[in-house]
Every structure is written in structure tokens, then in C-alpha cells.
Nanobody, 126 residues
């Protein structure tokens, strides 16, 4: 599986950005879970959102619930992260990740994902 993340940038607090994660590869199937993680300098990588087994539900970290939305375009094999009401604390490198063997209880654990995109930087100014 190959992942290509894009869409990051610089935004003022309160603004919006949409990240994209293009998913490709022969192992792509309906069991694949695609997630977004982020990592700020000096901090651990943290879970942001996931589309579990492509169409079995979406899940969010409490810190982004109500502001971020993960969605997918099946025709383009792409997962999006719509980020609204951005805050300075959302500043981080954002990574998309995928795995085809996760169980629901593991979706927030970055070490469980086998495939990673290259990351896209999101910077939110106050």
C-alpha cells in the first residue's frame, strides 16, 4: 500500500484546511483502515481520526471531535480530513496511515499501522 498525503499549509486560527490521503496498491480492499495522526515537535505521535475498515465507521480524538471530519471518496481511493475551527495547538506534521488487519480497539495506536504517508505540515497562527 502506498499513501500520498497533501493539503497542509499555514492558516490563521479559526480557519479551515482539508488534507488528502491518496491510497494505492494491490492490497487495497474494504478491510483497510485509514487514519490520520499528527506529531508536534517534542511530542509523541497522536491519533486524530480514522475511517475503520473503509466504511465501518469514523472515529475521532476528543481534541478534534466536532471540528474535524474524516471522509472518503471511493472513486478516487482517497481519504480526506476536513479541519475546521483550527487552533494553534493543531499545529503539527500530519500523517496518514493504513492497515488492513486492525481491530477497532487498536485504531488509535500508531505502532499498529504498517503503511505511512510522508506527512504534510499544518501550521496554525494565533
Amino acid at each position: 500500500v502506498q499513501l500520498q498525503a497533501s493539503g497542509g499549509g499555514l492558516m490563521q486560527a479559526g480557519g479551515s484546511l482539508r488534507l488528502s490521503c491518496a491510497v494505492a496498491g494491490r492490497t487495497y480492499n474494504s478491510r483497510i483502515t485509514v487514519a490520520w495522526f499528527r506529531q508536534a515537535p517534542g511530542k509523541d505521535r497522536e491519533f486524530v481520526a480514522a475511517a475503520f475498515r473503509w466504511s465501518s465507521g469514523t472515529y475521532y480524538a476528543d481534541s478534534v471531535k466536532g471540528r474535524f471530519a474524516i471522509s472518503r471518496d471511493n472513486s478516487k481511493n482517497t481519504v480526506y480530513l476536513q479541519m475546521n475551527s483550527l487552533k494553534p495547538e493543531d499545529t503539527a506534521m500530519y500523517y496518514c496511515a493504513a492497515d488492513s488487519s486492525l481491530i477497532l480497539s487498536s485504531i488509535g495506536r500508531h505502532e499498529q499501522y504498517d503503511y505511512w504517508g510522508q506527512g504534510t505540515q499544518v501550521t496554525v497562527s494565533s
